[in-house]
């Protein structure tokens, strides 16, 4: 069965996006984005099996510091894993993280910056929970700095060399967006490399779940869901935001 995991982008602490709920619910909603480790333990009672948090100050070269004490307090907050994806430094950083209880990280040009230290870290943690992370542009991977534009399945064996099993994979053109993850694009990666493959942005209903859950069998096993669950695209969900709605 595929597994679904709610999205969490942090920027200066809080989460980027906020729930949409019944009339009357607005301040409630806000109040849980301004304090993530809430809305992490609103996912889990809505049966969240894992989650997953994008810094998107450390990606985009800004300090994380606001991040880095609001992410401690979902995975303090939580009793699922809590997958991370940000511009990891170092493998002290890394290890750092796995540590003190982040059940896996998404490291991108770490691996380019220290190969060796990421073999390290995969033989030390396992492959369960250090993954690769990648956001292409038509199947291409571009790096900030000094690395040239690289294929993705070129990127993917770089990391399967250093012992890395899974990928989570997302696209420019259909990250954030409703037009629908590209399946076929799934399908071949996850076909050319041999790795697990966690889908990342583009879903808007369910059938394109179906859909993606259609390529299993290839080895594509989750889907990481932001926008759609803050704005209850799934028909479990009107139920849920009706039951807050007479609770809050």
Same mark, same amino acid.
């Given at each position: ?17 906020? %729930? ?36 998107? #100050? ?16 979902? %995975?303090?907050?939580? #009793? ?6 940000? #511009? ?15 059940? /896996? ?27 690769? !992370?990648? /956001? ?8 900030? !700095? ?19 099993? /899974? ?59 932001? /926008? ?14 009706? %039951? ?5």
């Amino acid at each position: 069965m595929m597994l679904i995991i709610p999205a969490m982008d942090f920027t200066q602490g809080h989460c980027v996006r906020k %729930i949409q709920g019944e009339p009357g619910t607005e301040h409630f909603y806000e109040q849980l984005s301004e304090n993530p480790h809430e809305l992490a333990k609103l996912w889990r009672i809505e049966n969240a099996k894992s989650l997953h948090i994008t810094d998107r #100050d450390s990606l985009n070269g800004n300090d994380n510091s606001d991040n880095i004490a609001s992410i401690n307090d979902v %995975i303090d907050a939580v #009793d699922i894993p809590v997958e991370l994806y940000s #511009d990891f430094k170092s493998v002290e950083e890394c290890e750092h993280w796995l540590e003190e209880g982040c059940f /896996r990280l998404v490291l991108t040009t770490l691996l380019l910056d220290d190969p060796d230290g990421v073999r390290r870290l995969v033989k030390e943690f396992t492959a369960s929970r250090v993954v690769l !992370g990648m /956001r292409t542009n038509n199947r291409m991977v571009e790096f900030a !700095g000094e690395y040239p534009a690289m294929r993705d399945t070129d990127f993917a064996m770089l990391a399967k060399d250093v012992g890395i099993k /899974r990928i989570v994979y997302s696209d420019a053109n259909w990250e954030g967006t409703y037009f629908g993850p590209d399946v076929e694009t799934l399908k071949a990666v996850a076909q050319d490399t041999g790795m697990r493959i966690t889908a990342s942005g583009g879903i808007d209903s369910p059938q394109e779940l179906w859909m993606i859950q259609d390529l299993y069998t290839y080895g594509v096993d989750s889907v990481v869901v932001g /926008r759609a669950l803050f704005e209850n695209r799934f028909p479990c969900q009107k139920i849920w935001r009706l %039951i807050e709605a007479e609770t809050k």
